[in-house]
């Protein structure tokens, strides 16, 4: 395999800003990345176009598997605002709910995603409480951390939607 074949196997990228077209369509069929990432306001206008967007990415990617992903932390960053009820942001849930309950509404939106075409969800899952005015942390204790990560890709929730930790352990959190 080339250079440039590795290197876009190891890369997550964004779709180009006016859409895909048929020069873009071909280098990404020559050179399918690991996933992309899409944003509703430029990628797609209500969640039928997502999945027909999705079917294409992953028909242009074929024969390799393409991971899908989105930014949805719930609260104001959500991309299905608007088409869907959005849960709150994660430091209110770090404050009104217990674990069952983040869990519960963890399973819902991983589901929900699943169902659209969804591999992997960017979202505040695992943040230690370090910015106590960050909406975009949990929040947590590091003794209700240990709780969470799994609880998102439990076999309960049938089909696993994995989400990424946005503010992890080491790295300074985004306020």
């Known amino acids: 395999m080339d250079a440039q074949?590795?290197?876009?196997?190891?890369?997550?990228?964004g779709l180009?800003?006016?859409?895909l077209?048929?020069?873009?369509?071909?280098?990404?069929?020559q050179f399918p990345p690991a996933g992309v990432i899409l944003f509703a306001a430029r990628d797609f206008k209500d969640l039928e176009d997502a999945r027909r967007l999705i079917a294409r990415l992953r028909d242009l990617a074929r024969?390799?598997?393409?991971?899908?992903?989105?930014?949805?932390?719930?609260?104001w960053v959500s991309q299905l605002a608007g088409h869907l009820v959005v849960p709150p942001n994660a430091a209110t849930l770090a404050r009104a709910a217990d674990t069952d309950t983040i869990r519960w509404i963890a399973g819902v939106t991983a589901r929900r995603l699943h169902a659209l075409g969804f591999d992997w969800d960017f979202a505040p899952?695992?943040?230690?409480?370090?910015?106590?005015?960050?909406v975009r942390q949990l929040l947590l204790h590091p003794s209700r951390l240990?709780?969470?990560?799994?609880s998102h890709c439990s076999p309960a929730s049938r089909k696993p939607l994995p989400h990424v930790s946005t503010q992890t352990l080491g790295w300074p959190a985004q306020a």
Not at 21 to 29: I, L, M, R
Not at 125 to 133: E, F, I, L, W
Not at 146 to 150: F, G, I, M, Q, V
């Open 125 to 134: 899952v695992a943040d230690v409480h370090s910015q106590p005015d960050s």
């Open 146 to 150: 240990s709780a969470l990560p799994s």
């Open 21 to 29: 077209t048929p020069a873009w369509e071909k280098d990404f069929a």
């Open 63 to 75: 024969p390799r598997r393409l991971f899908v992903s989105l930014d949805e932390e719930g609260g």
């Open 16 to 19: 180009p800003p006016d859409g």
């Open 5 to 13: 074949r590795v290197i876009a196997r190891r890369m997550v990228i």
